[in-house]
């Protein structure tokens, strides 16, 4: 961002005002202003997102024929801060067969679980791991979304993993369920430039 020698007057660096840097020189109010403008238009020209959803890879169908729980995780990542914060969820739970289906059934008896790294879980009964029902955290229509008032912090590279298992056992062989699971990640950096925190 500062010219080359060649246009800056031979080897001596210019004044602050010629040396093509943006903004006013530091100590100035205006300058961090600046700045942090030229290092969002930076980001932004790059086609950097500061918050994205993550897909869960796609769940096995859940029968009692077959298995009743399975587990698939995502990769935290980053479009340039260490850590990232977990702002909302999505769950649903798609039928396959007749029964339940259109009654929300699938839903009130698959549960999930979310884990961070393996060491913390999000849904507990204080004492131990309590799952949750998509019932329980997705059936606001108006708000399908899961938004966490105080969004945890996520580190880069770590993994985090869901756990659904259909716990009703009276569902005939040939019905299954499949789960879909996203959630919102924003950059931690901007997450507290977004609300002062």
Known sequence: MVRPPLHAGGGVGDPFGNSGAPGMPPGDESAQREHDE???????????????????PVFAILTNASTNQDTQSIDIKSNG?????????????NTYGTFGAGNNFEAR????????DGLED?????????????DAAFSEN???????????????????????????????????????FAVR?????????????
Do not use: H
């Not at 008896?109 to 961070?116: E, G, I, S, V």
């Not at 399908?144 to 770590?158: H, T, Y």
């Not at 756990?163 to 005939?172: D, G, R």
């Not at 990640?185 to 925190?197: I, K, R, S």
């Open 81 to 93: 801060d260490s850590f990232v914060r977990l702002v909302a969820m999505r769950g649903v739970v």
């Open 109 to 116: 008896n698959t549960f999930f679980q979310l884990q961070a």
């Open 122 to 134: 999000f849904t507990t009964s204080g004492k131990t791991v309590q799952p949750i029902s998509f």
């Open 185 to 197: 990640l924003v950059d931690d950096n901007v997450w507290c430039e977004l609300y002062g925190t």
């Open 38 to 56: 030229a290092v969002q238009q930076f980001a932004l020209a790059r086609g950097r997102f500061f918050e994205r959803v993550f897909v869960f």
């Open 142 to 180: 108006a708000a399908p979304w899961l938004w966490l008032s105080a969004p945890p912090i996520l580190r880069v590279g770590e993994t985090l993993a869901a756990i659904v298992t259909m716990v009703n056992a009276q569902i005939p062989d040939e019905v299954g369920w499949q789960a879909q």
